[in-house]
């Protein structure tokens, strides 16, 4: 008797399925709190609208906490377009330009300074750095807390007085809270401030719900395998595309440069790695960042098209779909300048913590190894090279020294292991490694 083959994966049903549990545990769960792990691009900003809405249909007042004012505004507008009767009151600073100007144009946005002038809506999003300012008004029933994995636990303490249940929503693979001050006097302790808020959460409270969101819509199916298994072993996803759904054609023929060649690679596989020969470099490697100037160029001269799900017809790659990602800040200086050289205009260049959130077609990755002699724990944390493989749709183009391998061989991790810490697994090293063997299976060399 021939065995039943497995039911294919449906990715429409598993995310409802994944949602409407989630909403569930949120709107009638006996918990105070409801924590949600979304990897890359799995639709966790459609969750938090979702969220919010059903919460004030259901007339329970609602206090939304992002990470920084770009986050905010984009959910406000997320909101006004999803229902523009819905009342949501905008909590901002005193700057002088403390939103983002399309609010203006919303009727059912009332923006203030002052949380008590937006009591009796709906919905009333700002900043976890505004809210731990508000005081004197009466707790909110319901919060929802978004990119919950980037917020310090100190944070959550600060404004933990103002809901009485919460969901929090965040992606573990990116990058770690940021703090300013040294923490290794706080390592191992429970009250750990500079730790992120879920991590803090869990610790207190092991038995609140948890779900993850199982399937990325932005990562194509090229991507979402080694993105999975490199960042997120224990909580698998899969791509909500097939391999036949999305391509990338252009225009204008090889010119069988190394730029070139590598975008025809990335084009065809979804990844392109352009080696340049082994060499201890400066930081701003002036070879390596032209080597990323010239293959953005090439990918904007070659009438670049993309077609997807979204729309029955190509799409020009146009340069506002285009993003460079680098480790460090003046290595974005230098590209965007190595650009402006070649007359590019429009395309996204920063680091991998402004990149965070952010969705491309195609990216250029600056590899954070490229050229370093030593391999130091900022270059091997795993969020930031998840962040800068995990941002685009259709393909990733990395830019890279040679050695690499042989980099990580000579010097192995060596962070010391701390009582009452959780091992980060997997570390940096190890996705490192994971990464890089997959890329030189689509290696091409700077010269032919």
Known sequence: MTPASPAAFDPGAAAARATDAILRDTLDGAHRGVV?????????????????RELAAAGRPLMVIAQTNAQVDDLVLRLAEKDPELPVGRLHSSDSDPYDKALDGLANVKKSTKAADLTGLDVVVSTAAKWAHVRGVEPWGHAIVDEAYQMRSDALLAVAGLFERALFVGDPGQLDPFAIAEAEQWAGLAYDPSASAVSTLLAHNPELPQHRLPVSWRLPASAAPLVSDAFYPFTPFRSGTGPDDRALRF????DGSGPDRVIDEAAASGWG???LPARHTPRTDPEAVRAVALVVRRLLDRGGAATSERAAEPVPLTADRVAVGTAHRDQAAAVRAALASLGVADVTVDTANRLQGREFDVTVILHPLSGRPDATAFHLETGRLCVLTSRHRHACVVVCRAGVDTLLDDHPAT????LGVTVKFPDGWDAMMTTWSHLTEHRVSWRS
């Open 251 to 254: 225009a204008v023929p090889s």
């Open 273 to 275: 790695l352009l080696e």
């Open 36 to 52: 949600v792990d979304s990897p890359p691009g799995a639709g966790k900003s459609t969750l938090v609208v979702r969220a919010a």
């Open 415 to 418: 962070e010391p292991v701390r």
